[in-house]
């Protein structure tokens, strides 16, 4: 096992996308699973306090250090097999989703939910139940996620299948391979009805699995995933069309959901939206994007050669309702536009990020989702409520589910504490109308207090005393979905 020290080795695990910067005593870097029930014994026997650490991709500064020690999961890094006939992969937590639909796809096979950050690892993307454009279509990663063998803080190890443990009523019961056994209660409060990544995912009779499936390292550290592929699709209709005004974009975007949903003539399995203002963010890069156009949809239909031109027609005639032209969009006619079209998804998010880090400030993107219902009402709300604050902002992302993120971009340290006083308005009023205020990224350590919001302080003490289950010493990622006020005394 590595171990890391001097201020130039671990500089690069003191922060993530969020901008949030830490502090830490050293970097360990395990190679096999011994390694990690090593380093989490010795610090447990200690009450040191332990980090992990993926790719830092992540945007609520989960993986940033308050002290203590960052165990990353760089090394951890093994494809271990993957079975065609099953369409199950096993993997360690340090792959990256690229290297994993890279070797997927030589298979004929590829992984469904698609989260869009390409650098992630998969225990990050396991650890905060990530998602992406395709989880339109097919869900997040808790769906796919089989087995997973985790390390507890106390350096106990579990192997979870899906479908062979599971709670009676609210009580989990788990035997660590070395026999002792963990008894849990879990707490009483209900989730949302919209795709959620905030706080612990619990239910009467759940699977154990999805306990740690969206912990985001707060109750174990993953050392290996089974995780289920799905066959590559023969051909894959990818287009971006604009629109003249976020209106019509937004016209186009809930026909196009519900048509999907109902089978009713086109078959989406991504639709993400861009407002005018992420079109003029991205825009030197991209010039052939049309100067008149408000907004854009990137949306993506699985089809065959043989069906892929009754399959466009049938787009083109829903963009043209809408006021769109068809001339004007971008369609995948072979792998290169393929990549165009991917790359000017991944833009918005990453100009967004080098803004922030240019002008040094945390990330003021919210992570909401609310019921479809209350969709282009709340849309309305979040620009009005912006723009009474006096911030520029950008609106782009997962449209199909209701999931988009507002980017609030501060010209300077007054606007920034705007920001997040504005950024609290949104969440407040997003649990208002029964949606999160995380659909993908977790909590982490920078919006703990909007996980209060949404669930309650009583609720937020339940959570404590799971975490306190399973990490009685509280080392393991402190200060990760609420701060050591709410376990119990």
């Not at 029930?37 to 980090?51: D, H, I, M, Q, Y």
């Not at 939206?273 to 079109?279: E, R």
């Not at 030197?284 to 466009?312: C, L, R």
Request: hydrophobic fraction near 40%; charge should be negative.
């Amino acid at each position: 096992m590595i171990v890391k020290r001097s201020a130039d080795e671990t500089r690069a695990y003191l922060s993530d996308a969020s901008n949030l910067k830490g502090t830490c005593d050293a970097v360990v870097f395990p190679e096999n699973e011994a390694d990690v029930v090593e380093a989490l014994k010795r610090a447990n026997e200690r009450g040191e306090r332990v980090t992990v650490a993926g790719a830092g991709t992540g945007l609520a500064g989960a993986r940033t250090p308050m002290g203590g020690t960052v165990l990353a999961t760089d090394n951890l890094d093994k494809i271990i097999e993957i079975d065609e006939r099953t369409r199950l992969a096993r993997v360690e937590p340090g792959v990256s989703l690229n290297r994993l639909r890279e070797r997927a796809r030589e298979l004929g096979l590829f992984f469904p939910p698609s989260p869009t950050e390409e650098d992630c690892y998969v225990g990050g993307a396991i650890a905060t139940n990530a998602s992406g454009g395709a989880s339109f279509k097919y869900g997040a990663v808790r769906d796919y996620v089989k087995a997973l063998r985790v390390v507890l803080p106390t350096g106990d190890t579990l192997a979870l299948r899906r479908g062979k443990q599971q709670a009676k009523e609210r009580r989990l019961v788990l035997l660590a391979e070395t026999g002792g056994a963990i008894a849990a209660q879990l707490p009483c409060y209900e989730s949302p009805d919209v795709k959620n990544a905030a706080g612990y995912f619990v239910k009467p009779y759940m699977d154990a699995i999805d306990l740690f499936v969206g912990a985001e390292g707060t109750l174990g550290v993953i050392v290996e995933a089974t995780i289920e592929l799905a066959p590559l699709p023969e051909e894959l209709f990818s287009c971006v069309a604009f629109f003249p005004s976020e209106k019509s974009g937004l016209d186009f975007l809930d026909e196009a959901r519900e048509r999907s949903r109902s089978e009713a003539g086109v078959s989406a399995r991504t639709l993400e939206y861009f407002d005018g203002g992420t079109l003029t963010l991205v825009g030197e890069k991209y010039p052939d994007v049309p100067a008149d156009a408000g907004a854009a949809i990137w949306f993506e239909e699985e089809t065959t050669p043989e069906e892929i031109d009754e399959v466009a027609e049938r787009w083109a005639e829903l963009i043209v309702r809408h006021g769109g032209d068809p001339d004007d969009v971008w369609a995948s006619l072979d792998e290169n536009d393929r990549r165009k079209v991917k790359e000017f998804r991944h833009d918005a998010p990453a100009a967004v990020n080098e803004y922030i880090a240019a002008n040094d400030f945390k990330k003021l993107g919210t992570d909401v989702a609310v019921p479809v219902s209350e969709f282009r009402d709340y849309y309305e709300y979040v620009k009005r409520k912006i723009e009474t604050f006096g911030l520029r902002y950008v609106i782009y992302g997962h449209g199909g589910d209701c999931h988009l993120h507002a980017n609030m971009l501060p010209e300077n340290n007054k606007q920034f504490l705007h920001g997040r006083e504005c950024y609290r308005y949104l969440c407040i009023e997003a649990v208002r109308r029964g949606g999160t205020v995380s659909a993908e990224h977790g909590i982490g350590k920078l919006k703990r207090g909007y996980l209060v919001d949404m669930y309650g302080v009583d609720a937020v003490r339940e959570m404590a005393a799971l975490k306190a289950t399973f990490d009685p010493k509280r080392i393991l990622n402190v200060g990760v979905m609420f701060d050591e006020s709410f376990f119990p005394r």
